[in-house]
């Protein structure tokens, strides 16, 4: 008997990617045929996102959609999970009463069993098994268990998340009561789903946790991110990783010194720094001055050659004023980042700083955003400008719709990019190049606004090493 298929959309971060991919393959492992396209599924999961309220606003908007389809007679089930139902699930069961199934972050491996009574027709009881009931109750403590399967998809790259959790204090952070304290792996556990993703054809990792560098802390054996990397550098195939959401904390010299003398490590390194002017950190409750920020980027500059830096600065939080707000544009100046990302600050319900008086008027913080984003889109356009005429070596990453009679057209990045977050690199080929491959290319233009166009000729072509 054929099983029905199911369809995933998963919203928000590479956190919540890397969580879709394990409900996917723990239906798989049940025989439910997943499917990519959704028109054809009898079920859909939408694994929600509910940090800001933009995310907030696509994940309603989202499963409004796919209720619409089931009430068409279009689907049979919609399963809601991920981070709305763990802060919203009450609210969410009476706005969505045509929602079959809640899955707290708890909860995702519940997922086969949900599916298997959907598949026959058995209504679920939302109120009981569903949303964990039996489940411990920690906090929103996030599955993660030390040993997963993984399988390379169809990309050369690949997520791993090592921890789960924060256990910081962030006055305007909802993710602990998200997701709970902060939780690690194991690195015997982490490194077999490792092996497992290199020996399926995956060259490149993406280390992923709400707090990277505080890796192991929470571990009896007192294993942190220097360790894991240290084995991570003995692990034959891989030839990229990088470093993801990285709280500015415990970037000691050792972590430091080996990420330098690394042969897989892409210089890479993403540090969400929030702000720098030092009366609006210690209202945001980080704990690191801006004397201390600045001392960590020059470090991490001086020492490690093929740095890429990346951060999210945050405007308009609670009683910034125009000198904090031009300490921040000073900052970004001094510090070139290679890429930034922006947001403007927002109340989120039960977060300190929702609270205080001296919120910021929309506009405002709207006009500020547009200022540092002019800032940092001038200093990339430099630093894009200095690849023009120069080589580099480039990922292939898949093949590009624009391909045509001139010659393949592929898609692709250098060190310096992570997926789906930074710039893109395209790439012109008069041969066929293997997807997952290593190419060495010649810049030849721009591709406003953060992209480059690379030419790859026969004489430079090189496969992977």
Known sequence: MSRSKIGFVSLGCPKNLVDTEAMIQAVSAKRFVVTGNQDEADMVVINTCGFLDPAKRESMDTISEFVEKKKLGRLKAVVVAGCMTERYLEPMQKTFPEVDAFIRTGDF??????????????????????????APQLQGHSELPDFVSRAGGLRPFAYVKISEGCNRKCSFCIIPKLRGRHHSRSIDGILDEVHQLVGSGVRELILIAQDLT???????????LFELLSELEKVEGLEWYRLMYNYPKFFHDDLIDLLSNSEKFTGYVDIPLQHISDRILRRMNRPEKSQEVRRLISSLRSRISKLSLRTTLMVGFPGETEADFLDLLDFVRESEFDHLGAFTYFPEQGTPSANFSDQIDQVVKEERYGRLMELQQGIQQEKL????????????DSLSSESNRRGFRYLGRHSGQAPEIDGLVYLESAQALEIGS????????????????????????KLAC
């Open 214 to 224: 505080s890796y192991g802390r929470d571990r009896p054996e007192k294993q942190g």
């Open 385 to 396: 400008e200095a690849f023009r005429g120069t080589s580099l070596d480039v990922r292939v």
């Open 438 to 461: 290593l190419v060495r290319a010649k810049v030849k233009d721009i591709v406003a606004p953060y992209d480059l166009l690379v030419k790859v000729s026969q004489a430079s072509l």
């Open 109 to 134: 491996s519940k997922l086969p069993e949900i599916a298997e009574r959907l598949e026959s027709q058995e209504r679920l009881d939302q109120r009981l098994s569903l949303i964990g009931e039996d």
